[in-house]
């Protein structure tokens, strides 16, 4: 009679074991940014900010921001967009990935800052 309790245990003990190794996977994520000042011949021009977000796997539906300029989500490519309505500043800008999560897996966050040199 005193196995019962002590095979209830072990079998506690294994699950318990079992579900403490399924842990997540972080994805490293990468992004890409490049500044397009706008056509100084065109009295109507915008500047832009443009790139990608990756790995494949982490792309859509991310969120970008750009310290300073705004908040965008990414498409389903992982590209993104900010259209400003005047000329950039010059001066650094931070752009920030916010981290994502895939079904058990997390895609990191990731930070780069972009140098504007003079604005368009």
């Known amino acids: 009679m005193k196995r019962?309790?002590?095979?209830?245990?072990?079998?506690?003990?294994?699950?318990?074991?079992?579900?403490?190794?399924?842990?997540?996977?972080?994805?490293?994520?990468?992004?890409?940014?490049?500044?397009?000042?706008?056509?100084?011949?065109?009295?109507?021009?915008?500047?832009?900010f443009k790139g990608k977000v990756g790995p494949e796997e982490c792309a859509k539906n991310r969120k970008v921001t750009i310290k300073g300029i705004g908040k965008e989500k990414t498409d389903a490519k992982g590209k993104f967009d900010f259209t400003l309505s005047g000329s950039a500043k010059p001066g650094k800008y931070k752009v920030k990935v916010e981290e994502k999560s895939i079904g058990d897996d997390v895609c990191s966050k990731v930070k780069v800052t972009l140098t504007v040199a003079k604005a368009g």
Do not use: E, R
Not at 19 to 46: E, L, R, W
């Open 4 to 48: 019962i309790p002590t095979i209830a245990a072990l079998v506690a003990c294994l699950t318990v074991g079992l579900v403490s190794t399924a842990q997540a996977d972080t994805i490293g994520s990468t992004v890409k940014v490049n500044y397009k000042p706008a056509d100084p011949d065109d009295p109507y021009g915008q500047d832009k």
